[in-house]
């Protein structure tokens, strides 16, 4: 029953989040939180005009956009380019925070800054067999090196048994502000990065690792559940996400499709036959979630063709005849979580970041993804090292990682002696547009 007038002038003191939302409740709030009036005096607060008029005495003075800037123009019209200059404006300001690239990842040095830049946070939804959605808002997040790890815990958790699918989403506020955190009531755009399913998971699925408390399981591209012991319940849930192309998975999909990268373009060249067996370079993190356990950067990785089997090219990044170059885990062996009210270390469980540049320092592969440990059947033939070898696999399209590691019992740690890289030869070809 208020009158229009006394609206208007309520809504000219909100601030263009607060007049967005305002504008969800009915059509009539909708029409009046459109009104040009409004959104001029807030678009010429932030974006003042530049246009201006020469006087005969050489003085300045600044066009007004006044009146005939609000009657010429459509309801919503300055709405809709207030939008869309606070978004160009945050556009420019990631670009130019994500143009410097590590020579050693291949990689953006300021991912960190871009994200928080672009307000960008990441949430999953959990959809049951009747098609309700809970929608999980991130608890905590670490970044490492070349990857974020985001954590999920909560009290309220439904129940796993009616849970059908979980979705992974990036999501930014329409209206980013660097003065303030983004609402989560605040209008926000969704980006669709990964789908699982998680119909009869433990049945379907084999736990990698548990402890006194929790169990875990590993769901392909880099997610982790972890289920409380006896109860088939959901504690926490672990997504690990590789800087290469975040950003673009994030923010430029769909709430229903992901972001489609773009194919690599093939450097053809015919003079040299060993063209895309060279000079490869991988930057590999393994880390527990809190702290890091290992970082090293390998150059120079290369493949004969003779070692080329079975559809894959097999890179030795590290040998076991090579002691100069085994590598110690440090720190506290296993994957570290957290909830509201507990905490845990499962034991021989890693998260492992694989970023592996071409001969150009392009990004080839990367991958974040949880791994274990486990006891190996090999006998040590090394003299220098005595103790149990225990393995990490891994594996997907683009290729596998295999790990090697020897307990050392004297020092009470873990030495890795053999890593070696195997790249799919599909992966390969159509890369360099070669045919091995």
Request: contains cysteine; charged residues 20%; glycine residues 6%.
């Amino acid at each position: 029953s208020m009158p229009s007038e006394m609206l208007l002038k309520i809504f000219s003191y909100l601030d263009a989040v607060s007049l967005l939302c305002a504008g969800c409740v009915n059509k009539r709030f909708y029409d009046l939180a459109n009104d040009n009036g409004i959104w001029l005096k807030i678009y010429s607060s932030r974006f003042p005009p530049k246009r201006t008029v020469w006087k005969m005495n050489s003085e300045t003075e600044t066009v007004s956009l006044g009146c005939a800037a609000v009657q010429d123009t459509k309801p919503g019209y300055w709405k809709k380019e207030y939008i869309f200059r606070q978004i160009a404006a945050v556009k420019t300001r990631v670009m130019q925070l994500v143009k410097p690239v590590d020579p050693h990842t291949g990689l953006p040095c300021k991912n960190r800054e871009a994200i928080r830049a672009s307000g960008l946070s990441w949430v999953i939804v959990l959809k049951d067999r009747n098609g309700k959605e809970y929608v999980m808002e991130q608890a905590d997040l670490s970044f490492k090196d070349t990857s974020v790890t985001i954590f999920w815990y909560s009290t309220s958790w439904p129940c796993l048994n009616v849970l059908s699918t979980l979705e992974l989403c990036g999501v930014t506020p329409l209206l980013p502000d660097q003065s303030r955190a983004a609402s989560k009531n605040g209008p926000r755009r969704r980006s669709l990065i990964a789908k699982y399913s998680l119909s009869n998971l433990t049945k379907t699925s084999v736990a990698i690792g548990a402890d006194q408390l929790v169990q875990l399981f590993g769901l392909n591209p880099g997610l982790l559940l972890g289920l409380w012991k006896g109860k088939n319940e959901i504690a926490f849930v672990m997504a690990s996400l590789h800087y290469h192309q975040l950003l673009e998975r994030s923010t430029l999909g769909s709430a229903t499709v992901q972001y489609v990268l773009s194919p690599n373009k093939p450097i053809l060249d015919d003079v040299d036959p060993e063209y895309g067996l060279h000079d490869y370079n991988l930057h590999l993190d393994m880390h527990s979630g809190s702290h890091t356990c290992m970082c090293g950067t390998f150059k120079n990785l290369f493949c004969r063709k003779g070692d080329i089997q079975n559809g894959y090219l097999r890179l030795m990044v590290v040998s076991v005849t090579d002691n100069a170059k085994h590598l110690p885990i440090i720190g506290t062996v296993g994957l570290s979580w957290k909830t509201d009210v507990f905490k845990g270390n499962v034991k021989d469980c890693y998260l492992m970041d694989v970023t592996v540049l071409d001969e150009t320092g392009k990004p080839f592969w990367c991958f974040s993804a949880p791994v274990y440990m486990e006891l190996s059947c090999k006998t040590s033939g090394l003299y220098d090292y005595m103790g149990h070898i225990y393995t990490i696999e891994y594996a997907d399209s683009e290729g596998k990682v295999s790990v090697d590691l020897v307990w050392l019992e004297e020092t009470k740690e873990y030495y890795v002696v053999n890593l070696v890289l195997y790249v799919s030869t599909k992966k390969v070809n159509s890369w360099y547009g070669t045919n091995y």
